[in-house]
């Protein structure tokens, strides 16, 4: 195996942990309705190293019993397959996806999951991470 230079995983880390996206919206523990739309804001904050944006995935998922199955290995439903624009008004970079609470979606929490895709650097290497928040169906 190839030995990778410490130096550079620890630049490649420090540039990919500046890539991230963070859920602005819905907030933990925010009540969603089956059938009813919602409004989640992706922000990806303005960064200087070179990142091409390429998509998002955004899935809920029914908790059983209030466990929620690790996103890495369940994401549910997908609610939104596609590009990623973040722009910039007056804040950081985001975008806003107006989606729809499955109708079949049961009571109780819930877990909604992005999954980002990007490319980063030079190379460029690609990129993935999943972020989660949970929510209430009722
Ligand atoms: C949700 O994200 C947190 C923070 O990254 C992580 O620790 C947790 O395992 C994720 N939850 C699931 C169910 O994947
Ligand atoms: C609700 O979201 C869906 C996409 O999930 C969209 O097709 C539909 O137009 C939205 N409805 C409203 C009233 O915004
Ligand atoms: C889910 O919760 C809502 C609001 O509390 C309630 O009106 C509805 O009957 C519940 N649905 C089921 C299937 O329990």
Not at 13 to 26: D, G, L
Not at 34 to 57: D, Q, Y
Not at 76 to 104: A, M, V, W
Request: charged share 10%; aromatic share 6%; proline share 7%.
């Amino acid at each position: 195996m190839r030995l990778v230079n410490p130096l550079i995983a620890l630049l490649f880390s420090t540039i990919a942990s500046a890539q991230q996206v963070f859920i602005m919206s819905p907030l933990a523990g925010t009540s969603v309705s089956p059938g009813k739309n919602i409004t989640v804001t992706i922000e990806r904050p303005a960064s200087l190293s070179t990142s091409e944006e390429v998509a998002v995935v955004i899935a809920i998922h029914s908790c059983a019993r209030n466990l929620c199955a690790p996103q890495a290995d369940a994401l549910g439903e997908i609610l939104y397959n596609g590009l990623f624009n973040p722009h910039t008004n007056f804040k950081q970079p985001s975008e806003d996806f107006n989606i729809r609470i499955p109708q079949s979606m049961s009571n109780g929490s819930a877990l909604l999951t992005v999954t980002h895709f990007a490319l980063i650097g030079a190379g460029p290497v690609p990129w993935m991470e999943l972020k989660n928040v949970s929510v209430v169906v009722d």
